[in-house]
């Protein structure tokens, strides 16, 4: 199948700094990613829909001058966590739709674990 | 998007055959039902996808009835290395742009 990968996978820093995560479709072109973050005994819950060459689309609650997605090619999408706090530690998770044998599947990155301190 | 629901958790011993339901009750015409499996610590993994009847890959069989109002996981032979998170999701992926949306999904725990 394809391949979804993350970097980094994880990251600690301060708070009131800004953190990067890439997102990247290694085997194909992705016009649509998805950003996902998951707490811890939770289920992943859907932030924003990350659209190559046009705004993000935010899930309600989801604050995106916060959160900054910016999908600048077809492989590469990208989510910064802007003055993150303790309360943004979570599971970060990307994902892209693929054609595969003629049906879309949704494949997804390994994760990225962010600790706000 | 369908709305799914799920058990909360299962367990089994090593060796049986795990079958996961899922009931989807307003699943539309054009939806199609996946389900992925998650471990800790890392993104879902898809399993297996289907539109009726049945499905069967490596790893896993999807029973759909006729009405497609529920699905059903089948995991044969489960091993301590299935111990995992199970989401089955339902939606219409024809279109490239339409994201999934999990539920709480199902914790199987196998036991020795």
């Known amino acids: 199948g394809a391949v979804v990968s993350q970097h980094p996978s994880r990251v600690i820093c301060k708070s009131g700094t800004s953190v990067k995560i890439e997102c990247r479709s290694l085997d194909f072109q992705a016009t649509t990613m998805f950003w996902y973050r998951q707490f811890p005994k939770q289920s992943l819950m859907l932030m924003a829909t990350?659209?190559?060459?046009?705004?993000?689309?935010?899930e309600q609650g989801v604050e995106k001058d916060k959160f900054l997605i910016n999908h600048a090619s077809l492989t590469l999408s990208t989510l910064t966590v802007t003055s993150a706090h303790p309360e943004d530690s979570s599971f970060y998770i990307c994902s892209a739709r693929a054609l595969t044998s003629g049906k879309w599947a949704q494949y997804f990155g390994p994760g990225t674990r962010l600790l706000v301190l | 998007l369908a709305k799914t629901t799920q058990p909360i958790s299962m367990d089994s011993y090593e060796g049986q055959e795990v079958n996961i339901t899922c009931s989807h009750n307003n699943i539309a015409t054009n939806d199609y039902i996946t389900w992925y499996q998650q471990f800790p610590s890392q993104g879902p993994r898809f399993i297996i996808q289907g539109y009726k009847t049945k499905v069967t890959n490596e790893v896993a069989s999807l029973f759909i009835p006729a009405d497609r109002k529920s699905s059903t996981l089948s995991l044969p032979r489960v091993s301590l290395s299935d111990t995992a998170v199970y989401y089955c999701l339902v939606g219409d992926w024809n279109s490239g742009n339409t994201p999934l949306v999990f539920g709480k999904g199902t914790r199987l725990s196998v036991i020795a």
């Open positions: 990350s659209n190559e060459g046009s705004k993000a689309t935010y």
